[in-house]
């Protein structure tokens, strides 16, 4: 008997964002099937989500789920774990990362006091595990330049830039799903 893939979706924040991307992990969890199982936890504090306890959680969710993990996270939850990697060394091995519409935090993105990424922030990135985004053009939440400052600051990423969808991605992750079943396999 096969165990499944584990996904781990992290939401985004704001009021309401946990039952908003709700649909996005549905749509993730139908596109990929049934040799997959999707964790959708509600993150602490989303109105105005706090760093530490964010990533808190995100420690205490990789840990629990183990290696060989699948991470999906949308806007807030996709800028803090990559803060959040960036900052810390994590102990269980990523199958890959895949970030859907993060805001750039720093230097040419949204300035928050305490947030920003560090300059050469790529540096600290794991370099053996895959990394791919995805933006739309026409969303209204994070700007679609802040695609580009990833770009430019993470050369070794694979970037989706979508021409239509908002920031929602119109609750269709399966151009995600495609990649993630092309990276590690299964899917039915």
Do not use: C
């Not at 008997?1 to 946990?18: D, E, I, N």
């Not at 806007?75 to 990697?85: D, N, P, R, T, Y």
């Not at 939440?141 to 970037?159: D, E, G, K, M, T």
């Amino acid at each position: 008997m096969s165990m499944t893939k584990q996904v781990l979706f992290l939401q985004g924040g704001g009021a309401g964002a946990y039952d908003e991307d709700k649909a996005l992990a549905e749509s993730l969890r139908l596109a990929l099937g049934s040799a997959y199982t999707i964790h959708y936890p509600a993150m602490p504090g989303e109105d105005d989500p706090e760093y530490e306890l964010w990533w808190r959680e995100i420690e205490w969710e990789l840990q629990a789920l183990g290696d060989d993990l699948v991470l999906v996270a949308h806007s807030v939850g996709a800028f803090i774990f990559l803060k959040f990697i960036v900052e810390h060394s994590i102990e269980t091995r990523l199958a890959g990362i895949f970030l859907i519409a993060p805001p750039f935090i720093g230097d040419g993105g949204w300035n928050l006091e305490g947030m920003a990424l560090p300059p050469a922030f790529a540096a600290n990135l794991p370099k053996d595990i895959p990394l791919f985004l995805y933006h739309a053009r026409d969303d209204e939440v994070v700007p679609f330049a802040h695609f580009a400052l990833y770009r430019q600051s993470l050369p070794q990423a694979i970037f989706r830039p979508l021409d239509a969808g908002g920031h929602q991605l119109n609750n269709d992750l399966s151009q995600v799903a495609a990649d993630i079943k092309d990276l590690v396999g299964g899917g039915n």
